[in-house]
């Protein structure tokens, strides 16, 4: 069981931090989005809002194939990233009303689902141990 370090949360829970995520499909061909709606629910898990669905949605149900990182490139820059397992989507439920809510306030839009990961591996990608394992 791998757990995140309390600042690796607070960082992917900061929504002035700079997040993207990484999928892969079945022939090797990785997609790369930025998502600002990633956030860490607990140590093990950091889930997102699905809005447009497309490539993401199905690299993520074909391959479940997942890495997502988050930075802050102040003064010291600071950034971490997460390997995992897609767990799926959720389309009910406490969570993904709460973020279906914040999605409509901030972007005026509806989401699909919140895609749920779980955390396999932690890494540092800031000065002066990027690339460093953390979990």
Not at 4 to 32: C, Q, W, Y
């Amino acid at each position: 069981m791998v757990e995140m370090a309390k600042e690796v949360m607070e960082l992917f829970n900061d929504p002035k931090a700079s997040k993207v995520l990484a999928t892969v499909d079945g022939t090797g061909n990785v997609n790369v989005v930025p998502k600002g709606s990633l956030a860490a629910v607990d140590k093990e898990m950091v889930v997102f809002a699905d809005i447009f669905g497309g490539k993401t949605r199905e690299n993520l149900e074909g391959t479940g194939k997942v890495a997502a990182t988050v930075f802050n490139m102040g003064m010291p820059p600071v950034g971490y990233q997460i390997k995992g397992a897609f767990q799926g989507f959720q389309t009910s439920g406490d969570l993904f009303d709460n973020y279906a809510k914040m999605i409509k306030e901030i972007m005026k839009m509806d989401i699909k689902g919140v895609g749920m990961i779980k955390v396999e591996e932690v890494f540092a990608v800031g000065p002066p141990s990027a690339g460093r394992k953390l979990a």
